[in-house]
Nanobody, 121 residues
Framework: VQLQASGGGLVQTGGSLRLSCAASGRSFGGYFMGWFRQAPGKDREFVAGISRSGTTTYYADSVKGRFTISRDNAKNTVYLQMNSLKPEDTAVYYC???????????????WGQGTQVTVSS
């Protein structure tokens, strides 16, 4: 699976962005999809995950209620809608695919290239 993330940018505190991750290659619908982020000097952290069918979602406590993950298996795309953005959300955001439900980066098999999100105060 090849993953291509897009949609990052510069936004003010309280603003919104929608990230997209387009997949190509093997069956997209067979993968659990996750979004991660990595700020300078910090470890990569789990942000959100979604089941193969899209019926079950998971969020880090820090983004719960502000971010929404979704997927369109017909379009081979997963999204991350980010609302009420805060400066601490500034990071490079990555999408990733795994064969099983997991929040651990090491368990993901495929990664996108990352897209920068910067939230100004």
């Amino acid at each position: 699976v090849q993953l291509q993330a897009s949609g990052g940018g510069l936004v003010q505190t309280g603003g919104s962005l929608r990230l997209s991750c387009a997949a190509s290659g093997r069956s997209f619908g067979g993968y659990f999809m996750g979004w991660f982020r990595q700020a300078p000097g910090k470890d990569r952290e789990f942000v959100a995950g979604i089941s193969r069918s899209g019926t079950t979602t998971y969020y880090a406590d820090s983004v719960k209620g502000r971010f929404t993950i979704s997927r369109d298996n017909a379009k081979n795309t997963v999204y991350l809608q980010m609302n009420s953005l805060k400066p601490e959300d500034t990071a490079v955001y990555y999408c990733a695919a795994a064969l099983s439900l997991t929040r651990l980066p090491r368990d993901y098999d495929y990664w996108g290239q990352g897209t920068q999100v910067t939230v100004s105060s």
